[in-house]
Nanobody, 118 residues
Framework: QVQLVESGGGLVQAGGSLRLSCAAS????????MGWYRQAPGKQRELVAA???????NYRDSVKGRFTISRDNAKKSVYLQMNSLQPEDTAVYYC????????????WGQGTQVTVSS
């Protein structure tokens, strides 16, 4: 099993910054793909950023240049640095781990609220 625990959410004014952290633990040991998703009220959960086991990153267009995903394999953690936050970024942010294949298994954190005031 993999357990994911997010932290770092909160209330910030537009233009501010937050850094989300996700710590992984469990009975499996390895490096796997991870990502950050978010879900705003009335909207589908969407991928914000992803980082592969090899360190390749991908971002949705609306956050490119503002958000940075990174990982620390020694700490089994993934981070999302969010700069120039906008009210449209308000959502619950979830850490995700993709483990294995054919099919992969997905693990989710409990979510952390990010609220950006205008």
């Amino acid at each position: 099993q993999v357990q994911l625990v997010e932290s770092g959410g909160g209330l910030v004014q537009a233009g501010g910054s937050l850094r989300l952290s996700c710590a992984a633990s469990g009975s499996i040991f390895g490096i796997f793909d991870m990502g950050w998703y978010r879900q705003a009220p009335g909207k589908q959960r969407e991928l914000v950023a992803a980082i592969t086991s090899g360190g390749s990153t991908n971002y949705r267009d609306s956050v490119k240049g503002r958000f940075t995903i990174s990982r620390d394999n020694a700490k089994k953690s993934v981070y999302l640095q969010m700069n120039s936050l906008q009210p449209e970024d308000t959502a619950v942010y979830y850490c995700n781990a993709k483990v294995g294949s054919l099919p992969p298994k997905y693990y989710w954190g409990q979510g952390t609220q990010v609220t950006v005031s205008s």
